[in-house]
């Protein structure tokens, strides 16, 4: 190991930066397919924005850890990420419980709340944005196995998909600022 780097910003660069690359590339990807061709409605460009919504703000939570250990010297790599390996798993799939943890987040993306909603029929997650628009995002099961996850989904309802894209931009806007913003903490650490 470099001796000029602590820890938590190597976990920060090296971890969290290919974690944070691959919920960015779901949310491209997801782009692609999408593609504002807003007549189609595909299956995986839910899939694919429903892990971007969850993979973005469990970077936020790796970064929390990396700045709680930012100039502790006994502390491990592995101990860090074992430690946002075990945060991360507490939240799950879970998107109304860990988007509650970041106030500022959710004012950022102008979300009122997020609920989590299933019936029998439908297993998704409910955003209802400031100006009062819901937005629907389906649970990571529930857009894979569809009638034969945990709770039955059957349905995929496709009309706000502009908007899903729209707060996928903004999404990926609030978590890089949070990435300069954390890189220069980490980084003063070192100096």
């Given at each position: 190991?470099n ?21 960015r ?33 469990k970077?936020?939570?790796?970064y ?66 400031t ?12 857009i ?11 349905v995929?309802?496709c ?31 070192n100096?």
């Open positions: 190991m001796k000029d780097y602590t820890k938590s910003y190597l976990v920060f660069c090296a971890d969290l930066g290919f974690f944070e690359s691959t919920a590339k779901y949310k491209n990807d997801a782009l692609v397919l999408k593609n504002n061709d807003f007549s189609s409605c595909t299956p995986s460009f839910h899939l694919l924005s429903s892990l971007a919504f969850e993979l973005f703000p970077t936020l939570l790796g929390n850890i990396c700045i709680k250990y930012k100039d502790d010297e006994n502390i491990s790599e592995k101990d860090i990420r074992d430690e946002i390996s075990k945060v991360m798993k507490e939240y799950n799939h879970h998107l109304a419980s860990l988007y509650k943890q970041f106030p500022e987040l959710l004012n950022y993306l102008d979300i009122k709340d997020i609920t989590e909603f299933k019936n029998g029929n439908v297993w998704e997650y409910r955003i209802t944005k100006d009062g628009k819901e937005i629907l995002i389906k649970d990571v099961e529930a894979r196995y569809g009638s034969f996850a945990k709770n039955r989904d059957i995929t309802y009309v706000d998909d502009q908007i899903i894209v729209d707060l996928l931009n903004k999404l990926e806007e609030c978590i890089q600022n949070k990435k300069r913003e954390t890189f220069k903490i980490l980084k003063t650490s100096e």
